[in-house]
């Protein structure tokens, strides 16, 4: 689907006259797919406008540190978690669910940096998280046929024509939640976070059905033992054990977000994309002279490309030769979403052709998009045995084409949700409607995503220690 054009004619009349071929808006020219129309150009224009003149909510030295320390991760010296949200809310930026968020995501990374020994960098899927693409455009709901939900950036969840008519003041309302999320997230990670070292703040129980139970208590033990030792040996609270950083990514879906916050910046080259560390393209974006390669070219951002059904490995070589042209190291996160049935039979392939071509990525495992099913009464959930199955296949194809599985994508919630079944607790499809919580797709709960965490460094253990 084609979006409207905004008018732009003085903003392209610039950059014409100065001779520039890419610029934030040079996409607007082409074929866009999973964007519906702005029916009040008018107003989306002056949207635009105002939000490209706020400050950026991120910097462009943040970029340049994240795109070094992927950059790590594709030799084989660090480890990548990203994880987060489906799609984020307006309504769920409260400082309970970005703490629960911050919290979560903290604890997994330390489970893996204490099972595997190695860094590992945080990204989590939040601050910018607020659109999706549907496989369908529209919906029929009781008779009246409308938009789909595409997240909150774009319309709303409320089924009626009017709610589901994209709306150009929900882009500044994005960049509002997005800033307040940021600010509350750094403040506390600069300010030491620290009751993550309270033995309480582990909860154990959930994995005593889980056959790794002792080993599990006995790395929980090991954490804090650890982080109470630096604090008896320093006179004040050591920095490396409470301030932590976390990287930010969400899909470039809505190009007029993130091309309105695109810009130079001082003494450097090229465009950054300050919205985000890293954006990156979904599946049903890839078209190679589409409105999305247009604008992903031209950034300077780490961009994520996911592979996944339908496979086009052509395609690829040539998304890849496009945006980074270079073989720029750390520009490039290439996230696997095969489904469990699939890894063994399509990814040796991808592994072999990418090495042939030189090009040095990161190689990321997102286990949940292709194990999603709908239950007898059209519940849609994914089971927590088939997301570890489909990261369990991928390490073992790496490992056997001598390649680095450097990190995993996984769309979870430091909430105790019930959207995913499975795991040590033993949730099954009854009891899905206990705490069924999200807009799209189902997302591991806390303890979930803690076990997951632990069972992921077991694996990489097996192919890298």
Known sequence: MSTATPKINQIESQHILEGEGWYPLSWNKKEISQLPAYPDTEELQRSFNELKSLPPLITSWEIEALKEKLADVAEGNAFLLQGGDCAETFDACTSVKLVNMLKVMLQMSFILIHEMGTPVIRLGRIAGQYAKPRSQDFEVVDGVKMLNYRGDLINSIEASVDTRTPDPARLLEAYEKAALSLNFLRALSDEGFADLQHPEQWELDFMQNNEYYKDYEQMVSSINKAIK???????????????????????????????????????????????????????????????????????????????GPPFDLENLLRLLDTINPNHEAGKIVLITRMGHDNVKKHLPTFIRAIKQHGHPVVWSCDPMHGNTYATGSNVKTRKFNDILQEIRETFEVHRSEASYLGGVHLELTGDNVTECVGGANGLNEDGLASNYETYCDPRLNYEQSLEMAFLVAKEWNKSYR
């Open 229 to 307: 030792f630096m604090d008896t040996i320093t006179p004040n609270r050591i920095n490396t054990s409470h301030k932590v950083d976390l990287y930010t990514s969400h899909e470039a879906l809505n190009l007029f977000y993130d091309s309105a916050q695109t810009r130079r910046v001082p003494r450097k080259q090229g465009w950054f994309n300050l919205s985000a560390h890293l954006v990156w393209l979904g599946n049903r974006t890839q078209q190679i002279d589409g409105a999305h390669i247009e604008y992903l070219k031209g950034i300077q951002n780490p961009i994520g490309i996911k592979v």
